[in-house]
């Protein structure tokens, strides 16, 4: 069984920040790729950045030198770094991860920004 799990989700300011935590557990072999993605309100679910296990990285442009996706091997977690946060970021925020063609997704994690 495997368990996807967030964290770090939160209230802040505009211009602060909030470090989110994606952990797996269970039988999760090799992951080829963990990522988060984003739904506000009213909106469709939308990619935020991905990290691939040959160890490249992709932000959407939303984000770019804002937001930092990294993973710690050992530990088998993936960490959203998300630096001078904006209104528009809030939403509720899902860990997904690919392993042998299947995905898993997290409960998801609420970041709110006020203005």
């Known amino acids: 069984q495997v368990q996807v799990v967030e964290s770090g989700g939160g209230l802040v300011q505009a211009g602060g920040s909030l470090r989110l935590s994606c952990a797996a557990s269970?039988?999760?072999?090799?992951?080829?790729?963990m990522g988060w993605h984003r739904q506000a309100p009213g909106k469709q679910r939308e990619l935020v950045a991905v990290?691939?296990?040959?160890?490249?990285?992709m932000h959407a442009d939303s984000v770019k030198g804002r937001f930092t996706i990294s993973r710690d091997n050992a530990k088998n977690t993936v960490y959203l770094q998300m630096n001078s946060l904006k209104p528009e970021d809030t939403a509720v925020y899902y860990c997904?991860?690919?392993?042998?063609?299947?995905?898993?997704w997290g409960q998801g994690t609420q970041v709110t920004v006020s203005s």
């Open positions: 997904r991860i690919v392993a042998s063609m299947i995905d898993y």
């Open positions: 990290w691939y296990s040959g160890g490249s990285t």
């Open positions: 269970g039988s999760i072999f090799r992951a080829n790729a």
